[in-house]
């Protein structure tokens, strides 16, 4: 995973350049494309309590997730709309932690992620996210 400074979202298909965007799926599980997890957020929060609680260190570059974000419950957002940057987005369902993760990292973080491994959404209205965007309610 790489860091980048802004991402362009495209509505109903994704993220521009990213493996999974509909349409032009690539990634290690593009036979299973779905709509409601065209962008995924991740809490910052969530690291540091990986490090507290099993102490295990895991890097924003390292959970996969598209979006690392601050101050924001995330798990509270599934149903809703809300904005990211310029974007409308739609929570559709909390993302779950997979065996891949700790396999490519050598990590066991598994466990240390049920029920926070990240927000999927889908991407009601386009435009681009920067770093340092706000999440804010419609």
């Given at each position: 995973?790489?860091?980048?400074?802004?991402?362009?979202?495209?509505?109903?298909?994704?993220?521009?350049?990213?493996?999974?965007?509909?349409?032009?799926?690539?990634?290690f599980?593009?036979?299973?494309?779905?709509?409601?997890?065209?962008?995924?957020?991740?809490?910052?929060?969530?690291?540091?309590?990986?490090?507290?609680?099993?102490?295990?260190?895991?890097?924003?570059?390292?959970?996969?997730?598209?979006?690392?974000?601050?101050?924001?419950?995330?798990?509270?957002?599934?149903?809703?709309?809300?904005?990211?940057?310029?974007?409308?987005?739609?929570?559709?369902?909390?993302?779950?932690?997979?065996?891949?993760?700790?396999?490519?990292?050598?990590?066991?973080?598994?466990?240390?992620?049920?029920?926070?491994?990240?927000?999927?959404c889908?991407?009601?209205?386009?435009?681009?996210?920067?770093?340092?965007?706000?999440?804010?309610p419609?």
């Amino acid at each position: 995973m790489k860091s980048f400074p802004q991402l362009t979202l495209t509505a109903g298909k994704g993220i521009e350049g990213d493996r999974y965007m509909i349409g032009s799926e690539a990634g290690f599980y593009s036979h299973k494309p779905e709509e409601g997890r065209q962008v995924t957020l991740f809490e910052m929060e969530t690291l540091a309590a990986l490090y507290r609680d099993a102490k295990i260190t895991l890097l924003p570059e390292e959970h996969r997730r598209n979006v690392t974000v601050e101050g924001v419950p995330l798990n509270h957002l599934v149903g809703r709309q809300f904005w990211l940057g310029e974007t409308l987005l739609e929570a559709t369902r909390l993302s779950t932690p997979c065996r891949h993760l700790e396999e490519i990292l050598g990590k066991t973080v598994f466990d240390s992620l049920i029920n926070r491994s990240g927000l999927n959404c889908k991407i009601v209205a386009g435009g681009v996210v920067r770093v340092g965007d706000t999440v804010r309610p419609v």
